[in-house]
């Protein structure tokens, strides 16, 4: 059996290729099925940091600003990491 070598190399460059691309394939709809859960991660930390906003604000508004401070403080940090 006579091997071309440039047949050979044309072989591995091809299902190197076809392995990449099958691999891209299947890992991006693995992440797909994530967007929900990341969008109700959000949807939580938006209504938690919601409900710190206005208690800040109803503190601030009796003047007491110590407590309105730590509250909206509070809040920033939900969406810290």
């Known amino acids: 059996m006579v091997e ?3 047949l050979n190399k044309k072989g591995k460059k ?4 076809l392995i990449v691309l099958a691999i891209c394939l299947f890992s991006s709809s693995a992440f797909a099925g994530s967007c929900p859960m ?36 509070k809040a920033l940090g939900l969406f810290k990491g």
């Open 4 to 6: 071309y070598g440039f």
């Open 38 to 73: 990341l969008a109700g991660k959000v949807d939580s930390k938006i209504k938690a940091a919601q409900k710190l906003h206005d208690e800040g604000m109803a503190a601030h508004s009796s003047g007491n600003h110590a407590k309105s401070e730590e509250l909206l403080k």
């Open 14 to 17: 091809m299902k190197k290729s």
